[in-house]
T-cell receptor, first 111, second 116 residues
Framework: ELKVEQNPLFLSMQEGKNYTIYCNYS?????LYWYRQDPGKSLESLFV?????AVKQEGRLMASLDTKARLSTLHITAAVHDLSATYFC???????????FGTGTRLQVTL | GAVVSQHPSWVICKSGTSVKIECRSL??????MFWYRQFPKQSLMLMAT?????????EQGVEKDKFLINHASLTLSTLTVTSAHPEDSSFYIC????????????FGPGTRLTVL
């Protein structure tokens, strides 16, 4: 059974600072997704990582995938208040193509 | 492209009644649709996977007789919560997938169910 863990669960950071959210998964998966969720809203797709060593960047967010370590990271550069949200990673089950979601990281960027 | 809608966006019902939630793919054909449940401050938990024209596959611990899923067409899936109880109050999110060769899912806006 595929299990996905994120840490930290909660992150409070000041504007302008950098930080990384980690996503570990338990069994082989070479497709990793990152989503953002605002309070009371559904998921917004951020990144799809499809191979080992994949790196994608959009604005102040950069995601990477290391399939050998079973680890994906979401790096936040020079955080701004608008990035405050909950971030989820999800790994795809290779056979059933289901997504297993991580525990989520609630990010709070303070002024 | 790849827009999924849900209706209603929120619903309040009395305990013991049934509630139907619709999930539509507006600009693509979703051969597979997924239903998730999310409790406050928790992650998304997959409830069931439905393929058009066949019975849904439920995850362990999800009562199929309580959560009825119908995927009658390539653009519509419905989730009916039967005999709802307060513990069924949750945020229900559906997603659609174009076909078996991809696992990219497009998520609906969610339906907040409150059972009194």
């Amino acid at each position: 059974e595929l299990k996905v863990e994120q840490n930290p669960l909660f992150l409070s950071m000041q504007e302008g600072k950098n930080y990384t959210i980690y996503c570990n998964y338990s069994t082989t998966s070479d497709r990793l997704y990152w989503y953002r969720q605002d309070p009371g809203k559904s998921l917004e797709s951020l990144f799809v990582l499809l191979s080992n060593g994949a790196v994608k960047q959009e604005g102040r967010l950069m995601a990477s995938l290391d399939t050998k370590a079973r680890l994906s990271t979401l790096h936040i550069t020079a955080a701004v208040h608008d990035l405050s949200a909950t971030y989820f990673c999800a790994a795809a089950d290779g056979t059933a193509s289901k997504l297993t979601f991580g525990t989520g990281t609630r990010l709070q960027v303070t002024l | 492209g790849a827009v999924v809608s849900q209706h209603p966006s929120w619903v309040i019902c009395k305990s013991g009644t049934s509630v139907k939630i619709e999930c539509r793919s507006l600009d693509f054909q979703a051969t597979t649709m997924f239903w998730y449940r999310q409790f406050p401050k928790q992650s998304l938990m997959l409830m069931a996977t439905s393929n058009e024209g066949s019975k849904a596959t439920y995850e362990q611990g999800v009562e199929k007789d309580k959560f009825l899923i119908n995927h009658a067409s390539l653009t519509l899936s419905t989730l009916t919560v039967t005999s709802a109880h307060p513990e069924d109050s949750s945020f229900y999110i559906c997603s659609g997938r174009r076909g078996p060769s991809t696992d990219t899912q497009y998520f609906g806006p969610g339906t907040r169910l409150t059972v009194l």
